[in-house]
């Protein structure tokens, strides 16, 4: 039974991580390795050449790659929704969770059904409305377009964690004299900072590699994301596997180091509120 168990998980593992893998070492491998068939699973020969063509264009430095613009684009876009939801989301959870007010349950309910809707029902219709505002192909209107779909998971999540801590202790600093922004910001912000050091973690994976609202909405070099930038290196009659594979492998780095670094609060997120005495 126990070797079972680790047979599976072996299996698990090998399902979860060869994807990975092979764009890694697809990333690598000579042109004349990619093309070649059968597949060439463990190449003798690597190279860095896809890496140069994606960072500095297909002639050297005389013809610009445009993917390092594309990458800037999905940092900022990235970064800027995940700390607007962020902000938006804790005023939001403390609502929810603190206060008692009519159409409450309804009201929770529809904004966590708008982020139940996939992104592709919500891009042409949302490209129609930002070509009437002037908002079409622009980095704003992207990152507008994420803090609308993140901010109710956020604040879904958040108010989890809120909902956790003992209202005792709200009421004791009210009794003290503590406002709620006090009580907000001073107490029940780092008490749930586990939690939403998680959810920012999560709401920037989500954006960072969002595709059919990018797809649809972005056109030119000043908005188009990384996502969107990796579909480009398809064309009508070629694709360009190993550019392509090292572009991937290098959109892997930023949520990989943001992951690492934020590791122990990420597991303290996670487990928040599973083991309560």
Do not use: C
């Not at 990235?78 to 939801?85: D, F, N, R, W």
């Amino acid at each position: 039974m126990e070797g079972i168990r680790y047979f599976l998980i072996a299996l698990i593992l090998a399902i979860v991580l060869f994807p990975i893998y092979w764009i890694f070492i697809t990333s690598l491998k000579t042109e004349s390795d990619i093309s070649v068939y059968p597949p060439v699973f463990f190449p003798r020969k690597l190279t860095l050449e896809h890496y140069i063509h994606v960072i500095y264009g297909y002639s050297g430095l005389t013809k610009f790659s445009l993917f390092p613009s594309y990458l800037m684009n999905s940092v900022i876009a990235a970064t800027t929704s995940t700390l607007v939801s962020i902000i938006l989301a804790l005023f939001a959870a403390f609502a929810f969770s603190r206060f008692r007010f009519r159409g409450r349950d309804a009201f929770f309910l529809s904004i966590i059904l708008l982020r139940a809707t996939p992104g592709i029902a919500l891009s042409i219709p949302l490209y129609i409305f930002y070509r009437m505002l002037g908002l079409d192909d622009t980095l704003l209107g992207l990152i507008l377009a994420y803090i609308a779909l993140n901010t109710p998971f956020a604040t879904w999540l958040i108010s989890g964690y809120i909902d956790e801590i003992p209202k005792a202790i709200d009421e004791a600093a009210a009794i003290d004299g503590a406002s709620w922004w006090s009580i907000l910001w001073r107490i029940l912000v780092p008490l749930s900072k586990p939690g939403i050091l998680t959810t920012a973690l999560l709401i920037f994976i989500f954006s960072w590699n969002e595709f059919p609202i990018a797809f649809v909405i972005t056109s030119s070099v000043a908005s188009r994301t990384a996502t969107v930038g990796i579909y480009t290196f398809m064309q009508e009659f070629l694709i360009d596997w190993g550019g392509m594979s090292a572009a991937a492998t290098i959109m892997y780095i930023p949520p990989i180091i943001l992951a690492f670094i934020a590791q122990k609060a990420l597991v303290r997120g996670l487990t928040f509120g599973a083991v309560r005495g």
